[in-house]
């Protein structure tokens, strides 16, 4: 295919770019980058309406934001963005880039003006998004569907509260081990900055996703076991009252009364899970992400083993025993019988393949958006 100025007739068997439906013009579009597009858009008017949406459609952005304003021909970036990916900033930096400087504007007047148009798909923000700033980020006026905390802290580790109160249907919390601290006495179940204390935050979540963001995931210090006398976890160390045969297995037994005084086990708890409940009442989903990259020293005892299949069982023990909980695997929609929360254990491939259904219109995670949380591995 050919473009040309100075011959408006194409040779034979070629076909000009701006003849294309704009469908296929939008393929061919994006596969561009970004200053390519900005190049593109600048040709015609038929190329700006179809290269426009493309530049904005999922942006990754430094400590300076641009603003969020109506521009060229009155087009806005908020309606073609699908996921907007922030880095940790001064607030000055968003509320300029949110907030209209327009005379005719009273001061301070967000751009979301509420409609449903005016929210994005897919929000990004590291745990930390203003230094050393207790507020809530005003990029959150952008109402997203699906919010992703990115580098948050597991445990005990001082947070700024960035996510106060916020009306999202879907969080994303990615934990890092390096932003990790176990200690020996596993109160992180009452941690104000746990993940309890992130849920705290986002009460009005339908759907809450824990992803461990690290190939091995192995916080610091390492893993120290408990006394075994918690009445909380005795039943699931003996493995009374189950069904089948299995639960007398001497070496499930063994996986199961090892995990109950490691980390893994306090964390998958039903003291937790139903704290969770508390601070989310509107809970229908807890998807739980990537547990076969989970420290084996805090899983199994005597080598690696099968991190993920001991852990899936401990929580398929816990959950099965509380009133309001179930079970289920990839593809279940939000929310079980009789308001009941749906856990869900996915490996990280598996979640990857559901995002990709959902479609990045429609809150769904890219893979580029997935392996930042893995960085610096």
């Known amino acids: 295919m050919e473009m040309t100025n100075h011959d408006p007739t194409p040779r034979r068997g070629l076909t000009r770019l701006d003849t294309l ?23 015609s008017a038929r ?8 530049l904005y459609r999922h942006l990754v952005l430094g400590v300076h934001l641009p603003t ?28 300029a880039a949110l907030f209209s400087s327009d005379s005719s504007s009273p001061a301070g007047t967000p751009i979301s003006d509420g409609t449903a148009s005016s929210g994005i798909p897919l929000l990004s923000l590291p745990a930390t998004a203003h230094p050393n700033i207790r507020q809530t980020c005003p990029l959150t006026h952008l ?28 969080a994303i919390i990615a934990f890092t081990p390096d932003s990790a601290v176990v200690g020996s006495n596993f109160k992180y179940e009452v941690a104000p900055d746990g993940p309890n204390g992130f849920l705290r935050r986002i009460p009005n979540a339908e759907e809450v996703v824990w992803v461990f963001a690290a190939k091995r995931w192995r916080p610091s210090p390492r893993p120290r076991n408990t006394a075994a006398n918690d009445p909380h976890l ?33 964390l998958f708890s039903a003291q937790v899970l139903e704290a969770v409940k508390r601070r989310c009442p509107a809970l229908g989903r807890l998807t739980i992400v990537n547990l076969e990259a989970l420290d084996p020293v805090a899983v ?60 990045s219109a429609d809150g769904g995670v890219r893979r580029e958006e997935v392996e930042t949380w893995f960085e610096g591995e």
């Open 300 to 359: 199994v005892q005597n080598g690696p083993g099968d991190v993920g299949r001991v852990v899936r069982d401990w929580i398929g023990r816990v959950v099965r025993r509380m009133d309001g909980w179930s079970l289920d695997g990839p593809g279940c929609t939000v929310g079980g019988e009789d308001g009941e929360v749906v856990v869900r254990c996915l490996t990280l491939g598996e979640f990857e393949d559901e995002e990709q259904v959902r479609g």
């Open 234 to 266: 005795a039943h699931l160390q003996s493995g009374k009252g189950g069904e089948g045969g299995a639960e007398g297995d001497e070496k499930e037994k063994e996986e199961r009364a090892y995990l109950a005084r490691t980390w893994v086990g306090r």
């Open 47 to 54: 190329f700006l309406e179809t290269a426009y949406p493309i």
């Open 143 to 170: 109402r997203p569907s699906t919010l992703v905390i990115r580098a948050a802290p597991l445990l005990y580790v001082r947070v700024t509260y960035s996510f106060h109160s916020l009306c999202v249907p879907r």
């Open 21 to 43: 439906p704009l469908d296929v013009l939008e393929v061919i579009l994006a596969f561009l980058s970004r200053d390519e597009l900005a190049t593109v858009l600048r040709v």
């Open 68 to 95: 969020f304003q109506a521009g060229v021909r009155g087009l806005n970036p908020l309606e073609h963005i699908h996921s907007l990916h922030v880095d940790q900033h001064d607030p000055s930096e968003c509320t």
